[in-house]
């Protein structure tokens, strides 16, 4: 069955980086992009962003441009997400999930199951 | 970018009851409108794509319709497991933005 598997929570301080693996499985990697979307505590849900299973191409939110950048390692089928200079207001749930594709419409079909980040100094 | 708004914000219903949340988008985005259902301390999960069509395993009482910019989710009968918070989201052009959510509680 398809599952996306991220890790544990992560506490990190005001202007460092943070990694988040998403680790895929029970379909061919190549045939579907990964989205990463964050839920602030209590809020909304916010898309950042999108890359390719097949090619690495990329599509990232205007507002987090420069400072997110999405990868994979087809080898193990992982798709890594990573945010630099972080903030206060980064602290949120972060989410991978599958892009499917029907007839033209995208939308997101298969979900980790979230991986929170905190920001604290 | 394209905002999408939801109404209401939320709601009190009771098990039976027939539920219509809306979501309009700031421009025509076609049939490109996804449904998402969250309950607490889960990830969302898809109920509907592309305005009206029904994601497989989901319940016939959900139903979606609308094109252009106005868009409604329907629950004809309210389960007790329906009790969430709903997102719509557009997936017409980059970024593939969210509403802010309709919450439907107990009433």
């Known amino acids: 069955q398809v599952q996306l598997v991220q890790s544990g929570n992560e506490v990190k301080k005001p202007g460092a980086s943070v990694k988040v693996p998403c680790k895929v499985s029970g379909y061919s990697f190549a045939r579907y992009g990964i989205s990463w979307v964050r839920q602030t505590p209590g809020q909304g849900l916010e898309w950042m962003g999108w890359i390719s299973g097949y090619n690495g191409d990329t599509n990232y939110a205007q507002i987090l441009q420069g400072r997110v950048t999405l990868t994979t390692d087809t080898s193990t089928s992982t798709v890594y997400l990573e945010l630099r200079s972080l903030r206060s207001d980064d602290t949120a749930i972060y989410f991978c999930?599958?892009?499917?594709?029907?007839?033209?419409?995208?939308?997101?079909?298969?979900w980790g199951q979230g991986t929170l980040v905190t920001v604290s100094s | 970018d394209i905002q999408m708004t939801q109404s209401p914000s939320s709601l009190s219903a009771s098990v039976g009851d027939r539920v219509t949340i809306t979501c309009r988008a700031s421009q025509s985005i076609s049939t490109y409108v996804n449904w998402y259902q969250q309950k607490p301390g889960n990830a969302p999960a898809i109920l509907m794509f592309a305005a009206s069509r029904l994601q497989g395993g989901v319940p016939s009482r959900f139903s979606g319709s609308g094109s252009g910019t106005d868009f409604t989710l329907t629950i004809s009968s309210l389960q007790p497991e329906d009790f969430a918070t709903y997102y719509c989201?557009?997936?017409?052009?980059?970024?593939?933005?969210f509403g802010p959510g309709t919450r439907v509680d107990v009433k």
């Open positions: 999930a599958r892009d499917s594709l029907h007839g033209g419409n995208s939308f997101l079909d298969y």
């Open positions: 989201q557009q997936s017409f052009s980059a970024p593939f933005d």
